[in-house]
């Protein structure tokens, strides 16, 4: 499964800065290759430990980790719902990305000038908001004429559409993003949509180095204004997350990072981070060709899982057989998790778990 994330925010707060960070980051766990595919689009790694102590202990031919897309998206202005500077292209770009990161300026540094003269990561964010919440009423209210039209027919299925859809227009007029919509019926009804405001979203306050770790009056009034969203507000810096990637050994970063009292790079919690944001979890295969990463959703089968892989091993599926992580790190070989019994054989109805070590049973 391919995950695509895009950066947002406004200009000069930190965001291809964290996005030059994002794609010339090593996994500290190992030295895993990136890949540029275009001026603004990054193919990293996701940064998974797990991988790297199965590696270990199987000794394969191959690593092969999942991968996320990171897309810097240009910098919005006020009016950009309406075209203003870069608009139709940031809002284009956002429509074609999965997960959201919104990035803020939490730091006061007068060598850096901010758009709007001063700094205000709540106004800041409003201003974005505003502008997805236009772009999708404009969306919405096309949505609402044309079931307004159909249900003048007397259709009861479609009066209740429209009736439906009144009240998702009612709480993107309120100031509400449509995320903040969880009847499921109305849920399933926005998707043909694919409204800017509906995107999972994870925020990302930029502060500087001594505010990394506890933040500052500006992430707390931040945390504040979202905590209604159920969104993850994460504290990096942007600038330390440039210095680690000019570090050239793993033992050079770890070391760096244990001066800043971090235990991880912050590009790390963002990748993994927008994971969760889009219910995803990882399962592995392993053997001597290669032990390799894969991206499903959480709650699949093991067929479905299976056709990550490939397409046959859905349609032909017979069994899988299922060694947890756990047990495969705390026996330390394929071998002796079946010697003790610990290999589960699974059917159709098998729901993946986090970290499952799987081997798929199929017909071609």
């Known amino acids: 499964m391919a995950l695509k994330a895009g950066i947002v925010g406004l200009p000069n707060v930190g965001k291809s800065t964290l996005f030059n960070a994002l794609t010339n980051a090593k996994v500290l766990a190992a030295n ?7 001026p603004n689009i990054g193919v990293i790694t996701v940064p998974d430990e797990r991988l790297a102590k199965l590696s270990d202990l199987v000794k394969p031919q191959k ?12 910098g919005l202005i006020k009016g950009a719902s309406k075209g203003e500077g870069l608009g139709n292209q940031f809002l284009g770009n956002i429509r074609e990305v999965d997960a959201i990161v919104h990035v803020v300026r939490c730091f006061i540094d007068d060598n850096v000038v901010h758009v709007d003269g001063n700094v205000n990561p709540v106004r800041d964010k409003e201003i974005i908001d505003t502008e997805l919440l236009f772009k999708d009423l404009e969306t919405v209210e096309k949505w609402v004429d044309k079931l307004k039209k ?3 027919a007397g259709q009861k299925d479609d009066v209740r559409a429209h009736a439906m859809a009144e009240e998702v227009k009612a709480v993107l007029e309120s100031g509400k993003p449509a995320r903040t919509i969880v009847d499921e019926e109305k849920v399933e009804m926005m998707k043909d949509l694919y409204l800017l405001t509906a995107k999972p979203i994870l925020y990302v306050c930029n502060v500087d180095e001594e505010s990394v770790i506890n933040g500052n009056k500006m992430t707390e009034d931040f945390k504040a204004l979202v905590a209604d969203e159920h969104a993850e507000v994460l504290l990096i810096s942007a600038g330390i997350e440039a210095d680690i990637v000019e570090l050239e050994s793993v033992e050079e970063r770890l070391e760096f990072l244990s001066e800043m009292g971090l235990k991880e790079p912050g590009v790390n919690k963002v990748i993994k981070s927008c994971y969760k944001l889009l219910n995803l979890i990882t399962y592995f ?48 070989s394929e071998q002796a ?3 003790a019994g610990k290999m589960g054989v699974e059917g159709k109805e098998y729901v993946v778990g986090d970290g499952d070590v799987m081997h798929f049973r199929f017909n071609v």
């Open 150 to 152: 159909a249900s003048k």
């Open 63 to 74: 690593i092969l980790p999942t991968t996320i897309e990171i897309v810097d998206i240009a």
């Open 32 to 38: 895993y290759p990136f890949a540029t595919k275009d």
């Open 337 to 339: 998790v079946k010697e």
């Open 285 to 332: 295969t392993a053997g001597e060709k290669e032990v390799r990463a894969w991206t499903i959703e959480e709650g699949w089968k093991a067929p479905q899982a299976a056709g990550v892989i490939h397409t046959d091993f859905e349609k032909g599926f017979i069994r899988a057989e299922v060694i947890k992580y756990n047990d495969f790190v705390s026996l330390g």
